[in-house]
């Protein structure tokens, strides 16, 4: 199936810094991909939807100027975690869709952040 | 987007036959029907989807009644490794603009030796 590579798989930031998720399509073009947290225990929450060259669309919710998505190209999305607080500590997924295809979202293998 | 409601888990032995139901009764004519499994801190894993009646890969099969509010996946003779989270989601197919996934609660399952 299609590889989706997320980077960094794990990541310690302070409080008050930024931190980058890059999120990428390794052999397949995506149009579209999905930012999703998840908290221990839980499930996968939606948080964003981002198209190659458009503004993102987020959920109900989540904070536009705290999550920033951007998907320059048909291989990679960026979500940058702004201001970082404790609270956001999580794992962070994405997932993409394949271009053209009737395929189902191929997923990410996650980064987990955490916020001290 | 379609409800979907899961046992929240489940347990069972290694070489037995685990039946997950989900059930979706408002799901619309459009909406498809999709299995996903997710391991401990890893993404989550497509398993198989379906319209209607009975689907099956090389893992698993999906059964779909006629009236879709509900739908069954069946994991043949269950290994130690097969110890995941399923979640049944329903929604449109990737072709269409409208697709996303939204996750439920999803359904521990729990294999035992």
């Known amino acids: 199936g299609a590889v989706v590579s997320q980077h960094p798989s794990r990541v310690i930031c302070k409080s008050g810094t930024s931190v980058k998720i890059e999120c990428r399509s390794l052999?397949?073009?995506?149009?579209?991909m999905f930012w999703y947290r998840q908290f221990p225990k839980k499930s996968l929450m939606l948080m964003a939807t981002?198209?190659?060259?458009?503004?993102?669309?987020?959920e109900q919710g989540v904070e536009k100027d705290k999550f920033l998505i951007n998907h320059a190209s048909l291989t990679l999305s960026t979500l940058t975690v702004t201001s970082a607080h404790p609270e956001d500590s999580s794992f962070y997924i994405c997932?993409?869709?394949?271009?053209?295809?009737?395929?189902?979202?191929?997923f990410g293998q996650g980064t987990r952040l955490t916020v001290v | 987007l379609a409800k979907t409601t899961q046992p929240i888990s489940m347990d069972s032995y290694e070489g037995q036959e685990v039946n997950i139901t989900c059930s979706h009764n408002?799901?619309?004519?459009?909406?498809?029907i999709t299995w996903y499994q997710q391991f401990p801190s890893q993404g989550p894993r497509f398993i198989i989807q379906?319209?209607?009646t009975k689907v099956t890969n090389e893992v698993a099969s999906l059964f779909i009644p006629a009236d879709r509010k509900s739908s069954t996946l069946s994991l043949p003779r269950v290994s130690l490794s097969d110890t995941a989270v399923y979640y049944c989601?329903?929604?449109?197919?990737?072709?269409?603009?409208?697709?996303?996934?939204?996750f439920g609660s999803g359904t521990r399952l729990l294999v035992r030796p």
């Open positions: 997932s993409a869709r394949v271009s053209g295809m009737n395929t189902e979202a191929f």
């Open positions: 052999d397949f073009q995506a149009t579209t």
């Open positions: 981002s198209n190659e060259g458009s503004k993102a669309t987020y």
């Open positions: 408002n799901i619309a004519t459009n909406d498809y």
């Open positions: 379906g319209y209607k």
């Open positions: 989601l329903v929604g449109a197919r990737p072709m269409d603009s409208s697709y996303k996934l939204i």
